[in-house]
């Protein structure tokens, strides 16, 4: 992958590296009068002189001629200077490097003394300074230490030294004392679907506990008709109670009772709600798929509002807000993908800030890039 550079360069300019040849005593070739001539003796007559005929030829050639090549000696060649970095090591390659200059404990003693011996550790002025040199190191019995880890319950939290400062304090888990589940039905539940409902309450609580939140009671179980006002009732009463999450499960309702819910949630109570589709879960027959269908509908959203994992935090107030002595640092990353530039398909730039060191917490924005349209 190098690139070479002859002292007669043409306007070709630079070559690739293609073969070794003879050394320059031992190659032959046919001159202009069709005889056979060593590549030494013929050099002798041009400015160029060979001063080392022992080593070999270099067969160069260029990517875009690749009909033409030219044989020219090693010392010769130079090695262009202004091309790009070599690749990096491949594994098998770092491990061959890594085997040739690794300094095993012994040599390295070895290499320290055979400095020591040479140098003169007993010089005079040391004498008159009052200071004087052991010419033996001090060996001092260690063991290394492995990978700090953090355990929480189940969950094993990995710090590498000298990274973080933990300040004495861990996050804690979010415990969920009290919460709802409410059925707004338009007929009153069977035994199925009841039976049905507390399948799907359980595996909540068993998969929310894997996402650092617990739901440490079991919940409040009410039923309510596709009525606003009722449901307005209802959710300030939950409130009332102490209730932390209302999970509420629709089944065969209207979109405008879900849009109303939203509008609860966020404007009139500020009180965190998640609604469930019971036609999805009546669809659901295996177990797995239950899980995944809690894992991708319910935990991600629920962890978020509960401050749990892809916490989403205003990016304002974290410029904003003084520092705590607990801010750590502030990460950033930003990527963005050009794969088109249409309106169907614009570039997108996605900017993520923390202030978190285990970033579990952060703010993102997402900007899309659209073309410009001209003006006529």
């Known amino acids: 992958t190098l690139w ?42 041009n400015i160029y002189i060979i001063h080392y005929p022992n080593l070999p030829l270099i067969k160069l050639y260029h990517p875009d001629y690749t009909n033409q090549t030219c044989i020219v000696p090693m010392e010769f060649i130079t090695v262009d200077q202004g091309q790009l970095s070599l690749a990096p090591f491949t594994t098998k390659q770092y491990a061959e490097i890594k085997k040739i200059i690794a300094v095993r404990p012994q040599e390295c003693y070895e290499m320290i003394q055979s400095i020591t011996n040479i140098q003169s550790i007993t010089n ?5 300074l009052g200071i004087t040199v052991d010419n033996e190191m001090l060996m001092v019995p260690a063991r290394i230490l492995p990978q700090l880890q953090i355990k929480y319950n189940d969950v094993i939290g990995r710090v590498q030294i000298g990274k973080w400062y933990l300040d004495n304090r861990f996050n804690k888990v979010r415990e969920i004392r009290t919460w709802a589940v409410v059925f707004i039905n338009q007929h009153e539940l069977d035994n199925r679907q ?35 006002q ?14 932390e999450v209302i999970i509420y499960i629709l089944n065969q309702v209207d979109n405008d009772i879900y849009d109303v819910i ?16 019971f036609d999805q879960l009546m669809s659901i027959s295996d177990s797995c798929d239950m899980n995944m269908y809690i894992q991708n509908n319910l935990v991600k959203e629920l962890s978020a509002k509960l401050g749990g994992v892809n916490q989403f935090v205003s990016l304002m107030r974290a410029f904003t807000s003084l520092p705590a002595r607990s801010d750590i640092f502030m990460f950033f990353g930003i990527d963005s993908s050009h794969i088109t530039c249409s ?27 659209f073309p410009s349209t001209e003006k006529i």
């Open 4 to 45: 070479f550079l002859l002292p007669c360069a043409d306007e070709i300019g630079p070559y690739r590296f293609q073969s070794f040849h003879h050394s320059a005593n031992g190659h032959t070739f046919n001159n202009n009068k069709n005889e056979q001539i060593v590549s030494c003796s013929h050099d002798k007559n």
């Open 124 to 128: 005079e002025h040391l004498k008159n």
């Open 194 to 228: 009841i039976d049905l409902t507390r399948d799907f309450v359980q595996k909540i609580r068993q998969a929310m506990s894997k996402y650092a939140i617990q739901f440490n009671s079991s919940p409040i179980e009410k039923s309510d008709v596709a009525v606003p």
């Open 230 to 243: 009722t449901i307005l009732a209802h959710i300030n009463e939950l409130k009332m109670q102490g209730c």
């Open 262 to 277: 939203k509008d609860f949630e966020n404007v009139e109570t500020d009180t965190i709600i998640q609604c469930v589709l």
């Open 343 to 369: 309106h169907e398909r614009p570039s997108i730039v996605a900017i993520t800030g923390s202030k978190d060191s285990t970033t579990t917490q952060y703010a993102t924005r997402i900007v899309k890039g």
